[in-house]
Each structure stands twice: as structure tokens, then as C-alpha cells.
């Protein structure tokens, strides 16, 4: 009978498969580890593309930055605009910014802070980047508040509560301020004071003078909290009591000056309790004293 050649061939407890059958399996192993060799070769010619790239990109990044930082955005001009009593010169030394500096590098927040302590009367700055090359510095005068004793002389204070100047004698025109107790002034700086009420209820009293448009205030004398006086144009002493309802007392103060007490008379007017009352009462330097209308 004739041996199949395809059955695995028998030598003692060994069995050997046919040589067909053996080299197509070695040709499949072979094709299966040249793909796996192909796609690792893909796959590291991707990753080394991805770094030449990054590296490319960062280097282009650096090249920009640098620059940036060396060449390019070099500041060309500073402008100033806006109204102060000082010079653009000395705003721009104060700025610290120069011609040739790079845009990038200066700090226009920190420039604008010492334009404001070396400038005591400028009162807003702004310090903005102008792209390519140029700065503008835009600046607003510090209105003047009034001025209080300290040490031995005078400080100005400015309506945002900063310090403008100190000096021997009260600037013409400007209001005197009384019983503020200042511990401490430097120009450019917030005032400080040794009772923190006096400054709050200084700041809301002023604030209200200026929104209700009462003018020719020469005095105000803050001493006692429980009673607060202006001086109204050298000749009437204005008793607001506290400062409670400071609007109200002041707009029918406004108005019993304008309507009831004539250009030429003197004395006391009290407010102190037009706000449970609806009543103020004018008591002249001479004469007896007279009840001012109730209502506005």
C-alpha cells in the first residue's frame, strides 16, 4: 500500500512535518516581521518629523522673541497729553520711559505710580503701549481740596486725599482746614490721620460741597464731629450738626444764601437740626436772631 506523502513522517516518538507545510509557515513569520518593521520605521520617522517641527517652531518663537526684546518695537516717541502745572519734560523724567527703550519691557503701571508720587499735583496718569514703537502718557491735575496745619506750617490736600505739597503758609484761596489732626504728610502720598473719622467724614462733607455746587467756603473746621462748620464767604458760620444727611443740609443751606440772607449780613446759620425739623435759624452778628424759612 502506498504512504500518503502529505502524513507527517514517523522516527521513532518523533513526527516531522512535511517540507511544503514547514517553509510556507517560515514565509509567513518572514512577511509578518517585515510589516512590523515597516510600520516601526513609519512610526519613528513620524515621531523624529513631529520633533523636527517642535524644534522648528521654537525656534522661530526664539528668534521672534529675541527680536522683539533687541531689535524690533524700540520706543520711538513718548507723547504727553492732558492738563497739569507740569512740564512734559518733567512728566517724562518722572515716567522713567525713555527714547530706545523696548516697548515690551517697560511697566506702564509701575511708570504711572511714580508719575503720581514724584507729581503729587497730577491726580490720574494712564501710561499706554502704542504699537510699533510709541507711548502716550495721558495725565489730569489733582483738584485741590483744602489745606490743613501740620508741623510747622501747611500740607495741601488733594480731593483724593493725597498729600500735594507742604508749605509755611495757606496757598491764597485755598480752604483752611481745622481740627483734622494729621500724624503724617508726605507729598505724593495718602494724608494721615490720627483719628481715621476725621478723614471719612472730611471726605464726605467736601464731596458734598462740590456736588451741590456750594462756592466761597474759606473755613471748615472739623474739631468736633457732633458739630461741623463752614464759613460761608467770610461772614456766615454754617452749623451742620454731624454729617448726617450732608446733602439735604447743604442744598437748603445753598438756597437760604441765595433767597434769604442778604449779600451784606453776618452771622451764625444752624442746620444742625433741619433734618428732624425741616427748620434752619439765622442768628445775625447784630440784631436779634431770626428763624430762616423751613422749606426750600
Same mark, same amino acid.
Given at each position: ?65 529675541? +527680536? ?5 518695537? @524700540?520706543?520711538? *516717541?513718548?507723547?504727553?497729553?492732558? $492738563? #497739569?502745572?507740569?512740564? !512734559? /519734560?518733567?512728566? +517724562? ?5 525713555? @527714547?530706545?527703550? *523696548?516697548?515690551?519691557?517697560?511697566? $506702564? #503701571?509701575?511708570?504711572? !505710580? /511714580? ?17 510699533? $514703537? ?163
Amino acid at each position: 500500500m502506498r504512504k500518503n506523502s502529505s502524513a507527517p513522517h514517523r522516527s521513532g516518538n518523533m513526527y516531522y512535518a512535511p517540507a511544503s507545510t514547514y517553509d510556507g509557515t517560515r514565509a509567513a513569520e518572514f512577511a509578518a516581521a517585515a510589516r512590523q518593521r515597516t510600520e516601526q520605521r513609519r512610526k519613528h520617522r513620524s515621531r523624529m518629523l513631529a520633533v523636527f517641527y517642535i524644534f522648528l517652531f521654537l525656534a522661530v518663537i526664539a528668534v521672534a522673541v529675541t +527680536l522683539s526684546f533687541t531689535v524690533l518695537f @524700540k520706543i520711538t *516717541n513718548v507723547c504727553v497729553s492732558g $492738563t #497739569s502745572k507740569y512740564s !512734559e /519734560k518733567q512728566i +517724562l523724567d518722572a515716567s522713567g520711559i525713555k @527714547k530706545g527703550d *523696548n516697548l515690551f519691557l517697560i511697566h $506702564t #503701571s509701575a511708570s504711572a !505710580e /511714580k508719575i503720581g508720587q514724584k507729581l503729587p499735583y497730577i491726580g490720574t496718569v494712564n501710561v499706554a503701549r502704542k504699537f510699533p $514703537t510709541q507711548v502716550e502718557i495721558s495725565v489730569k491735575a489733582e483738584p485741590v481740596c483744602g489745606a490743613a496745619a501740620f508741623g510747622n506750617g501747611y500740607v495741601v490736600i488733594g480731593e483724593n486725599g493725597k498729600a500735594l505739597e507742604c508749605t509755611k503758609k495757606c496757598p491764597q484761596g485755598c480752604i483752611v482746614f481745622k481740627g483734622l489732626n494729621i500724624s503724617k504728610a508726605q507729598p505724593g502720598f495718602p494724608v494721615a490721620f490720627a483719628n481715621s473719622s476725621r478723614a471719612e467724614i472730611l471726605r464726605n462733607v467736601m464731596d458734598s460741597v462740590k456736588k451741590n455746587g456750594l462756592s466761597n467756603i474759606t473755613e471748615a473746621d472739623f474739631s468736633q464731629p457732633s458739630r461741623i462748620l463752614l464759613n460761608y464767604d467770610r461772614r456766615v458760620t454754617i452749623n451742620f450738626g454731624t454729617s448726617a444727611d450732608i446733602d439735604y443740609k447743604l442744598v437748603f443751606a445753598k438756597k437760604l444764601l441765595k433767597e434769604n440772607i442778604k449779600s451784606t449780613e453776618k452771622g451764625t446759620l444752624n442746620m444742625s437740626v433741619v433734618s428732624d425739623t425741616n427748620k434752619a435759624y439765622f442768628d445775625p452778628d447784630y440784631g436779634t436772631g431770626s428763624s430762616a424759612p423751613a422749606s426750600k
